[in-house]
């Protein structure tokens, strides 16, 4: 089991917990005013409602004992009073269980609202972290944070947070009251306070980090079913069912002991709580009933006081039944801060102007960069691409190619030199308006679970249906689009995966059409294809070059001499450029590499 963290530790978790939840309480400010008016009100209530027993109990006390008839309120009868007694606390329970009523449900709206805006605000962080940090986390363990974990919060929020909140405040009126109506006895009951503290302290640590652990075993298994549900194809085409089975079935069952250590931890503070309040209360029933007994304090009072006295101890209850719920909650919610602590892209400054319209010059300037410090992947790199010009970039993997176009898009800035467009340092305008000027085609391209109107309709919102049909025309998808069951109205698979390759690819070169870029990247775009859709592809891709400045990363030299230049690259250098005669005549590493490449990329060409 997790050892439980130092008290520092904790607190600081819980500074940061606020720091970055606080201002969503915040955004409903006038919501939880009027919550805590609501609470106040049911706590007055609480505090009124054992006060008509202690009328009733007296008078029949004195009766029974024959002694004096104690004075009553507003000169009332004894059957009077038993009457009005009956009464004033029919219609006290009453307005307190209104009071309580209402309390839930502006608690749970409270509850919901800011745990809803906690999510669009962790949703919307993800979506400004850096691709780095995406290509280094597991998508499944993101997905049970932003879901799972948020959930989670909500939950306990609505059913245990607020709810011992309130708790807090009955505990805190009772506790004044009872001092006011006999300050010794009220001593005897707060001297038991701290024992139940210092026993929860100790136990709901461990519970913690037992709910700590458990979170953090239950994303993992998650993680590793989402990895296998996503990659179903190559699992089942490499016989890995199995063994993601049984990884998955340990996990799980690893998941299991430790709720059920987390079960055992709450049960032992629920046992221990019980018996300590127990034993509180025989000690105060004990002291009140001696003071009772000698006069100095009335039957009545006693009740109103032990009254007070076990209504004042049920948040310390409700902590140990929910002692395992919480810590979760607090599992979960320092796992969703920790999320929010990651820095997002810095590079974009909020204050950076929109980009003007492209022409579609780009430069690089002695660019380095590297995804790893040891590793660099482009050294002192630079290259002028005039508007409308289509180049290409080629070499082994690992030289660098794709890296320049994730440059340009900005997705990873530059660690030396500069990325110029028309001119400009892409770096002082606004990462979106960048990015709004490019359109890219990507090896394995991404549908989603949507017709076929909005799969091209993403690459330019607001895109009208003749726009979009003119896009399939040009990249040759309207024909085959007109086939399928409904027609655009189509719902496509996740990914797109009731498309061939082929297909797909169309779809995605009409996407960039519709976008209307001045500046294309295409990454591997025609790759795995057979001739008849390599062929479509490339007529797609030749028409949707035409008059913009176009970017090609590919190893098939058939697909590089359709360029107007072609860039060779090694080890983050352009080695050689020029057209594909050119370079043939020069003899060197293209032309080594043309004589390598199959034969029948030309042929097919």
Request: proline share 4%; aromatic share 6%.
């Amino acid at each position: 089991m997790a050892k439980p963290q130092p008290l520092p530790q904790a607190v600081s978790q819980f500074t940061q917990m606020l720091r970055h939840f606080a201002p969503e309480v915040a955004s409903q400010k006038w919501r939880v005013a009027r919550a805590l008016g609501i609470l106040l009100a049911g706590v007055a209530l609480q505090l009124i409602e054992p006060w008509p027993l202690k009328y009733v109990i007296d008078a029949i006390a004195s009766a029974a004992l024959g002694g004096p008839q104690p004075t009553l309120p507003f000169g009332l009868t004894t059957q009077s009073l038993l009457l009005a007694a009956a009464g004033a606390y029919v219609l006290v329970v009453a307005l307190r269980s209104l009071a309580e009523y209402y309390e839930a449900i502006a608690f749970a709206q409270i509850g919901n609202r800011v745990v809803s805006r906690i999510r669009t605000k962790l949703y919307r962080h993800l979506q400004a972290l850096p691709l780095a940090f995406h290509n280094k986390s597991r998508h499944g363990d993101l997905l049970v944070r932003m879901v799972g974990d948020v959930k989670l919060l909500r939950d306990v929020a609505v059913t245990a947070i607020l709810p011992l909140l309130g708790g807090v405040l009955v505990l805190t009126g009772m506790l004044v009251v009872m001092l006011l109506l006999n300050w010794q006895l009220a001593l005897v009951a707060i001297l038991t306070l701290p024992v139940f503290a210092l026993t929860t302290l100790r136990t709901g640590r461990k519970i913690r980090a037992a709910a700590q652990k458990q979170r953090h075993r239950e994303s993992q298994v998650a993680a590793l079913a989402a990895e296998a549900i996503s990659s179903m194809q190559v699992v089942k085409a490499l016989s890995l069912e199995s063994t993601f089975e049984d990884g998955f079935a340990s996990g799980d069952d690893q998941c299991a002991r430790d709720e059920v250590k987390t079960r055992r931890l709450t049960a032992k503070l629920t046992l221990t709580t019980d018996l300590l309040i127990a034993s509180a209360t025989a000690i105060v029933l004990w002291y009140g009933g001696k003071q009772a007994l000698s006069g100095q304090l009335s039957p009545g009072e006693l009740v109103v006081f032990m009254t007070y006295f076990k209504r004042g101890l049920r948040p310390l209850q409700d902590l140990a039944k929910f002692a395992a719920r919480l810590a979760k909650a607090t599992a979960a919610g320092e796992r969703i801060v920790e999320l929010l602590e990651v820095l997002a892209d810095g590079s974009d400054n909020p204050d950076a102007p929109e980009a003007p319209r492209f022409q579609g010059t780009i430069e690089f300037k002695d660019v380095d960069f590297a995804y790893d410090p040891a590793a660099p992947v482009l050294k002192s790199f630079s290259v002028r691409i005039a508007a409308g010009e289509f180049v290409a970039l080629v070499g082994g993997s690992g030289s660098g190619k794709s890296t320049v176009l994730n440059l340009l898009s900005r997705f990873y800035e530059p660690t030396q030199g500069r990325v110029l467009v028309d001119g400009a340092d892409v770096q002082q305008y606004a990462i979106a308006s960048v990015r709004g000027q490019l359109c890219t085609v990507l090896q394995d391209t991404v549908l989603f679970a949507a017709n076929v109107w909005d799969n091209i309709a993403f690459g330019a919102l607001g895109a009208s249906r003749e726009q979009i049909e003119d896009a399939a025309r040009i990249a040759g998808a309207h024909d085959f689009l007109r086939e399928l069951p409904e027609g655009y109205d189509t719902l496509l698979g996740e990914r797109g995966v009731n498309l061939s390759h082929g297909q797909r690819q169309r779809i995605a070169i009409a996407r960039a059409v519709v976008r209307d870029a001045p500046i294309v990247l295409l990454d591997e775009p025609a790759t795995a294809l057979d001739g008849r859709n390599r062929r479509l592809v490339r007529d797609g891709l030749l028409k949707l070059v035409e008059g913009r400045t176009a970017l090609l990363v590919t190893h098939d030299l058939a697909e590089a001499r359709l360029a107007d230049r072609i860039l060779v690259l090694d080890e983050g250098r352009i080695v050689e450029q020029g057209t594909h005669a050119e370079l043939l005549a020069l003899a060197g590493k293209y032309a080594q590499m043309v004589q390598s490449h199959a034969p029948r990329a030309f042929a097919e060409h």
